[in-house]
Structures are given as structure tokens and as C-alpha cells.
């Protein structure tokens, strides 16, 4: 899971010295960017929607995943970390991501 390898890649580097918290968070935008896409395909969500409704909507379906698959304890804190805690900044990732307002 995208947000699991996040969680636990931050910070961290290779042997070689490439970043492998930079490439993990890469990888956690672009399946973020095809769930909330597939929100708007299954009438979960709308495009037409500000991105303050379209990241209460993505809390209520992470939340329900939580409750289907709680053995993700660290993609459930990256989740509320990088989109939920601060709403303002998950607002702004949602909109760079899928151009909602």
C-alpha cells in the first residue's frame, strides 16, 4: 500500500543515497490521484465539488476502509497526517492533483 510505504520511507535513503521517502510520497500522490479519480467514476464524488466536500467525502471512504482493514495502522496515520489533520493542506493536494476548486 502506497500510504504504508510512505509512512515508514520517510526519511530514509539507500545505500546509494537516493531518496526513498521522496519516492514513496510520489507513489502515495499518484494512487491518491486514481482513488479520487474513481470517486468521481463510481458518483461517490463530483468534480463540480469544492475540494473541502471532496476530502470530507475521501475521509468518510479511508474511514470505512479502517474499519474493513485495521491491520494498516501507519497508512491510517499517514492518511490523517497528510490529508486530514490540517484540512487546509489536504483542500490544496486534492485541488493539485485533480484541478477541483
Do not use: C
Amino acid at each position: 500500500m502506497a500510504m504504508e510505504d510512505a509512512h515508514k520511507n520517510r526519511g530514509k535513503t539507500t545505500f546509494f543515497g537516493n531518496d526513498k521517502g521522496l519516492k514513496s510520497y510520489l507513489k502515495f500522490e499518484e494512487k491518491l490521484k486514481g482513488a479520487l479519480i474513481a470517486m468521481t467514476m463510481d458518483g461517490i464524488a463530483s468534480r463540480a465539488q469544492p475540494a473541502n466536500e471532496f476530502r470530507e467525502t475521501l475521509q468518510e471512504v479511508v474511514e470505512a476502509w479502517g474499519q474493513i482493514f485495521p491491520n494498516w495502522p501507519a497508512a491510517h496515520a499517514f492518511a490523517a497526517e497528510n490529508i486530514f489533520s490540517i484540512p487546509r493542506n489536504g483542500d490544496q493536494l486534492i485541488r493539485s492533483l485533480i484541478g477541483v476548486k
